[in-house]
């Protein structure tokens, strides 16, 4: 299977991890995050690293009470502040494992999961390291 990178906040959830990937701005003082389902429902919330540039983080599926959510497609959101508590600029994107190129709903893209990532916003598509 390839990775790919595109524009994006959508992470896949499977087999008890789900990958997302920021960019901020400008270094951050606090970095807060949520992960919503599918439904908009907060599942998680929870702090992310602040380094300037690009940032990744690994949720593993439980919500803030321990719970495994199931698979499926999840959104994050990050809000960043500097040490004065204004906005950091931060723009997320989603990564993945592509299972096919497909055609969905009259959207032509990647496929992870159940989710079309249309082709008008991948960045990289990268075949595997042990190919």
């Not at 606090?30 to 992960?35: A, D, E, G, H, K």
């Not at 702090?47 to 999840?74: L, R, S, V």
Request: include cysteine; charge should be neutral; aromatic fraction near 10%.
């Amino acid at each position: 299977m390839y990775s790919f990178g595109s524009v994006g906040s959508i992470g896949v959830l499977s087999h008890g991890e789900a990958h997302f990937v920021y960019c901020l701005e400008r270094a951050a003082a606090m970095v807060s995050i949520s992960i919503s389902n599918r439904s908009g429902e907060v599942v998680y919330r929870g702090f992310g690293t602040k380094f300037a540039g690009y940032n990744e983080m690994t949720w593993n599926g439980q919500n803030n009470q321990g719970e495994i959510m199931p698979d499926g497609a999840y959104r994050i959101t990050v809000k960043a502040r500097d040490i004065m508590g204004g906005p950091i600029l931060s723009k997320t994107y989603t990564t993945g494992r592509m299972t096919t190129l497909a055609a969905k709903g009259g959207t032509t893209g990647l496929m992870f999961g159940d989710v079309v990532m249309p082709i008008s916003q991948v960045l990289a598509i990268q075949e595997p390291h042990n190919a």
